[in-house]
T-cell receptor
Framework: ETGVTQSPTHLIKTRGQQVTLRCSSQ?????VSWYQQALGQGPQFIFQ???????GRGNFPPRFSGLQFPNYSSELNVNALELDDSALYLC????????????FGPGTRLTVT | RKEVEQDPGPFNVPEGATVAFNCTYS??????FFWYRQDCRKEPKLLMS???SGNEDGRFTAQLNRASQYISLLIRDSKLSDSATYLC??????????FGTGTRLKVLA
């Protein structure tokens, strides 16, 4: 296993609600990236955190936000949930931002009804 | 046009067959390439990196053609346990890790 953990495993929310997903990176990894994977699609990059700051962002609206803590763990927050936010949310950790190797956690499956 | 494109399949092959997947990428600045394997409802797991010289890991061979901007994955002597979705990834610098939509493989007994 990669040592990357995510919680919760599954989550059901209703449209308009807010959700927080959590990720603990692999030991020694200071960079965390978040991805959204809709059914039948590849993972889409949401953003990356390094040293507690957002280091890069994909094409996602501001209602997707994040945090990184001093121990390198991270949160993904999504406000005003929409039905299309239903997806598998994956967290990946890497040694440094420029590392081309990432290790994925098991994901959180979010269903928005 | 998507930055990384794959044939979604499914590829249905008998046990023992050889199967090949291709993946094309549009960003010529892409530096590194990878194949990931993803089982149903699980996270992607790194299968192998892809080098310009080609590389082999047991029954798996990956090749990169920079001139034509495609990478390939060859699986020999397919096993039932190879059934999964294979994701192609192009990396073009810090956080620019672009996945294809994946190719589904089903190995039949």
């Amino acid at each position: 296993e990669t040592g990357v953990t995510q919680s919760p495993t599954h989550l059901i929310k209703t449209r308009g609600q807010q959700v927080t997903l959590r990720c603990s990176s692999q030991s020694g990894h200071n960079t965390v990236s978040w991805y959204q994977q809709a059914l039948g699609q590849g993972p889409q990059f949401i953003f990356q955190y390094y040293r507690e700051e957002e280091n890069g962002r994909g094409n996602f609206p501001p209602r997707f936000s994040g945090l990184q803590f001093p121990n390198y763990s991270s949160e993904l927050n999504v406000n005003a949930l929409e039905l299309d936010d239903s997806a598998l949310y994956l967290c990946a950790s890497s040694l440094v931002p420029s590392s081309d190797e990432q290790y994925f956690g098991p994901g959180t499956r979010l269903t928005v009804t | 046009r998507k930055e990384v494109e794959q044939d979604p399949g499914p590829f249905n092959v008998p046990e023992g067959a050889t199967v090949a997947f291709n993946c094309t990428y549009s960003n010529s600045a892409s530096q590194s390439f990878f194949w990931y394997r993803q089982d149903c409802r699980k996270e992607p797991k790194l299968l192998m990196s892809v080098y310009s010289s080609g590389n082999e890991d047991g029954r798996f061979t990956a090749q990169l053609n920079r001139a034509s901007q495609y990478i390939s994955l060859l699986i020999r002597d397919s096993k039932l346990s190879d059934s999964a979705t294979y994701l192609c990834v192009a990396y073009s610098g810090t956080y620019k890790y672009i996945f294809g939509t994946g190719t589904r493989l089903k190995v039949l007994a």
